[in-house]
């Protein structure tokens, strides 16, 4: 059975904004809505345009649609939005219309808001947990001032991968589905370009920058050719077990 969620936008979701349990809620929200959206649009013009009309115009609407409503939710919260994370979020929304482009769900609004539900509902479980382990806070309440296992490193982008998939394999678990079909790659350049996971000091501009992401991206090629052939359970198996090889690919280039 295909997924009724869009996989790759609620990923880049999750790994950007799984830090704290607030931005993991609004986050969810505004994906959800993204992608309603995104299969209502293509649901309205489908037969009253040409394909090409019509697979721009769900990519474009809804990739502006999800930037302005980031930046207008997280504003409202006080979460701050630079130009990079705003750029980022217009990423999500083409992911969201291209679930509803290529995917298949059928104006099955119902399957869609289900099956989203229960991965926002991990999102936040998982954004809780990071914000716990960094900062002893849940929502921006302290309940446990000191301990000897928070540190700053749950905040990191390799652990916004984790989360993401381990998010994506629990849910698939639950609904008995496969991440199949996806495209990793999709989100993890945009993911690469936002937040390197090394800088490079012998070098600078142009040089570094192509340096770092052509070898972030290199290294998860590679890796992601062999896990192809892992004995990795049904629930792990695509772009789960993509966004966990991408986690320790962070955690090991942090390193230099």
């Known amino acids: 059975?295909?997924?009724?969620?869009?996989?790759?936008?609620?990923?880049?979701?999750?790994?950007?904004?799984?830090?704290?349990?607030?931005?993991?809620?609004?986050?969810?929200?505004?994906?959800i809505l993204a992608v309603v959206f995104a299969e209502f649009l293509k649901n309205l013009l489908e037969g009253a345009v040409p394909v090409w009309s019509l697979r721009l115009c769900v990519l474009i609407g809804t990739g502006a649609i999800a930037a302005g409503a980031f930046l207008l939710g997280f504003s409202a919260l006080g979460i701050r939005v630079d130009t990079g994370t705003w750029i980022m979020t217009a990423v999500i929304g083409l992911l969201a219309g291209k679930a509803a482009l290529f995917g298949e769900l059928e104006g099955d609004y119902g399957s869609i808001f289900y099956e989203s539900g229960i991965l926002w509902g991990f999102w936040i479980l998982l954004g809780i947990a990071r914000e716990f382990l960094s900062q002893g806070e849940i929502f921006g309440n302290l309940l446990l001032e000191k301990a000897p296992f928070f540190s700053q490193s749950f905040q990191s982008t390799a652990f916004g991968f984790l989360a993401a998939g381990l998010a994506l394999a629990f849910t698939n678990g639950i609904l008995k589905k496969r991440s199949s079909g996806t495209q990793s790659l999709l989100l993890v350049v945009p993911a690469v370009?936002?937040?390197?996971?090394?800088?490079?000091v012998t070098f600078g501009g142009v040089i570094a920058f192509i340096w770092t992401v052509g070898v972030s991206i290199l290294l998860f090629l590679s890796v992601a050719r062999m896990i192809r052939f892992s004995n990795a359970g049904p629930r792990f198996r695509g772009l789960p077990l993509e966004m966990l090889s991408m986690s320790f690919i962070y955690l090991i280039l942090s390193i230099y």
């Not at 936008?9 to 929200?29: K, P, Q, T, Y």
């Not at 370009?193 to 490079?200: A, G, L, V």
């Open 1 to 31: 059975m295909k997924l009724k969620y869009p996989a790759e936008a609620f990923a880049l979701g999750i790994v950007l904004f799984s830090r704290n349990m607030e931005e993991a809620f609004a986050a969810g929200i505004l994906v």
């Open 193 to 200: 370009i936002f937040s390197r996971p090394f800088e490079m």
